[in-house]
T-cell receptor, first 113, second 111 residues
Framework: GAGVSQSPRYKVTKRGQDVALRCDPI?????LYWYRQALGQGPEFLTYFNYEAQQDKSGLPNDRFSAERPEGSISTLTIQRTEQRDSAMYRC???????????FGPGTRLTVT | GEDVEQSLFLSVREGDSSVINCTYTDSSSTYLYWYKQEPGAGLQLLTY?????DMKQDQRLTVLLNKKDKHLSLRIADTQTGDSAIYFCAESIGNTDKLIFGTGTRLQVFP
C-alpha cells in the first residue's frame, strides 16, 4: 500500500475485555515496530519484528500484551484483560530494513472504560 | 539509561526562525531524527542526521548535532503558521534500531 495503515482507528472497550489492533505495513518493508503514546508524551517502544520473527519485546509492559506477525507482513498487537491504564494511542511503524527510516501509521486510539 | 529531553513549548512570530532543542543520553545512537505531529495526524518524518555528521540542511530545515554534548537542534527558517505542530526528536539505539522519543516540543506560530 501507499503507507502504513492501522485498524481500527478508534476502539472503546470495557475493562477486562481483550482487544486486537492491526497494522498493515508498507509493502516490502521487512521491519515492523509497535509503539504506545500516552497523552502529552512521546511514543514509547513496545516490540519489533524482522520479517515474522519477534526480535525485541522488551517494551511490552506485562504479559497481557502480545504481538505476532505470522507471515512477515500484517501484525496484530493483542491486549488481554484490558485495564484503564492501557488507554493510549498505539502506533505502528515500518521500515525497509532495520536502521532505515521508520514510517508511522495513523495510530489506533484505545479507550478502556 | 535511555533518555531524550526537550523543552515543552516554543512560540515564534511568523517569518522568524525557530530553534527546537533536544538532549539525549545514549552515545551509541546511530541516527537521530526529527518527527512532526499535527493535531489528529500521524507522525511525519521531517529529517534525520547520521551520528558522525554535525550538520544537515534540507530546504528550510537545518539540523545541528553536537555529539560531545549529546545535543541536537532543529532550526526552521522563515517559520510559517503551517509549521505549528508538536516536534519530536528521537534517537535510534540497539541492534533493532528502536526509537527513543523525547516528550515533544509544541511549536506555536503567531501572525
Amino acid at each position: 500500500g501507499a503507507g502504513v495503515s492501522q485498524s481500527p482507528r478508534y476502539k472503546v472497550t470495557k475493562r477486562g475485555q481483550d482487544v486486537a489492533l492491526r497494522c498493515d505495513p508498507i509493502s516490502g518493508h521487512v521491519s515492523l515496530y509497535w509503539y504506545r503514546q500516552a497523552l502529552g508524551q512521546g511514543p514509547e517502544f513496545l516490540t519489533y519484528f524482522n520479517y515474522e520473527a519477534q526480535q525485541d519485546k522488551s517494551g511490552l509492559p506485562n504479559d497481557r500484551f502480545s504481538a505476532e506477525r505470522p507471515e512477515g507482513s500484517i501484525s496484530t498487537l493483542t491486549i488481554q484483560r484490558t485495564e484503564q491504564r492501557d488507554s493510549a494511542m498505539y502506533r505502528c511503524a515500518s521500515s525497509f530494513f532495520r536502521g532505515d527510516e521508520q514510517y508511522f501509521g495513523p495510530g489506533t486510539r484505545l479507550t478502556v472504560t | 539509561g535511555e533518555d531524550v529531553e526537550q523543552s515543552l513549548f516554543l512560540s515564534v512570530r511568523e517569518g522568524d526562525s525557530s530553534v527546537i532543542n533536544c538532549t539525549y543520553t545514549d552515545s551509541s545512537s546511530t541516527y537521530l531524527y526529527w518527527y512532526k505531529q499535527e493535531p489528529g495526524a500521524g507522525l511525519q518524518l521531517l529529517t534525520y542526521i547520521f551520528s558522525n555528521m554535525d550538520m544537515k540542511q534540507d530546504q528550510r530545515l537545518t539540523v545541528l548535532l553536537n555529539k560531545k554534548d549529546k545535543h541536537l537542534s532543529l532550526r526552521i527558517a522563515d517559520t510559517q503558521t503551517g509549521d505549528s505542530a508538536i516536534y519530536f526528536c528521537a534517537e535510534s539505539i540497539g541492534n533493532t534500531d528502536k526509537l527513543i522519543f523525547g516528550t515533544g516540543t509544541r511549536l506555536q506560530v503567531f501572525p
